[in-house]
């Protein structure tokens, strides 16, 4: 049986990181692409040699030309410039928005059929942008973040009540920007929703809302430790989650940016909701119901990805066709 291919675009401290992880996983053979040339050979050499001793079999190989990712099952793309402290994600938009350009036409032209997954920040205004730069069906192109935000979210909420991160489950929408929406009410420890561990005097309300915020900056926080660049092996683990839901047909439920077309209101917009991952890539889009508060914060986030997809149009006007 062929293995899976999976194409990882951009071989930075991301794209090395899921590399292994692939390998680790067994999820298929992996190509990294980079147009720094010797970064890819050197990443996919050196986890290679890294097989015997972890006991995986997996091709790895280092490309500098986009038809080195021919019939990819899966592309993974992290090309683009990172934020350094003092910036915020959107300073990036400009300059990624052109890459995205670049990462479009060559998955357009080299793996049509691929399963996309977008990690170039700013994130959803990205991922709109790849979309149709790809001409890829909608259901076939998602933004890396919900997991990720998630993921921190739920290790927040473990450490406050001192449980395994296993039985934290957690839920964080909209956009992946300060605005994004961690949603206590949808957060369970142990199946228990968040607001009654505050009623049981588990926690407190300040403590939650000191967590949500820190959710919020969590992309920060590891900007402003790391200093030269931005946080790699949570977004990894998390694009890895979603591919090998993809691959498996696993259908897990995901929160992820997703294409909405009359979902949750809104219209050619790529925002974070929680979707169904399987073999036909989001399958299903599911729609919970917010409250009057969840609601106004989804709406203000909303807002903040629309102005950068409005920056997008104004920087490539052929985007609106
Ligand atoms: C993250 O949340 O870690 C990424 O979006 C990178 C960043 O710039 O914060």
């Not at 079999?57 to 990819?72: M, P, R, S």
């Not at 990894?236 to 979603?242: E, G, L, P």
């Not at 991952?277 to 969840?294: M, P």
Request: with cysteine; hydrophobic share 45%; net charge negative.
């Amino acid at each position: 049986m062929a293995r899976n291919k999976i194409a990882l675009i951009g071989s930075g401290m991301i794209g090395g990181t899921l590399a292994h992880l692939i390998g680790l996983k067994e999820l298929g053979d992996v190509v990294l692409f980079d147009i720094a040339e010797g970064t890819p050979q050197g990443k996919a050499l050196d986890i290679a040699q890294s097989s015997p001793v972890e006991g995986f079999d997996a091709k790895l190989k280092g490309v500098n030309e986009y038809a080195g990712i021919e019939g990819a099952d899966v592309c993974i793309v992290t090309a683009g410039v990172p934020r350094k402290p003092g910036m915020s994600r959107d300073d990036l938009l400009g300059i990624n928005l052109r890459v995205m350009e670049q990462v479009g036409a060559g998955i357009k032209k080299y793996a049509p059929n691929a399963f996309v997954i977008c990690i170039t920040n700013p994130l959803d205004a990205m991922v709109w942008a790849l979309q149709k730069f790809s001409g890829l069906a909608p259901e076939k192109v998602v933004g890396m973040a919900g997991v990720l935000d998630s993921a921190r979210f739920r290790l927040f909420l473990a450490e406050e009540f001192g449980v395994s991160v296993e039985d934290v489950s957690a839920m964080t929408l909209g956009g992946h920007g300060d605005d994004m929406v961690p949603l206590i009410r949808y957060s369970t420890v142990a199946g228990i929703p968040l607001p009654d561990l505050v009623k049981m005097g588990w926690t407190t309300q300040e403590k939650l809302d000191a967590i949500v915020e820190r959710t919020r900056k969590g992309g920060g926080e590891i900007v402003g430790l790391l200093k030269t660049g931005s946080a790699y092996y949570a977004p990894a683990a998390s694009a890895v989650a979603m591919a090998e839901s993809y691959l498996k047909d696993k259908k897990r439920v995901l929160p992820c940016a997703a294409h909405l077309s009359g979902q949750y209101g809104l219209n050619d917009t790529y925002v974070g909701v929680p979707v169904v991952i399987g073999a036909g890539g989001v399958e299903k889009i599911v729609e919970i119901a917010f409250n009057k508060d969840e609601q106004a914060m989804f709406e203000k986030s909303v807002q903040a990805v629309s102005g950068l997809t409005d920056a997008c149009l104004k920087i490539v006007p052929a985007l609106a066709e």
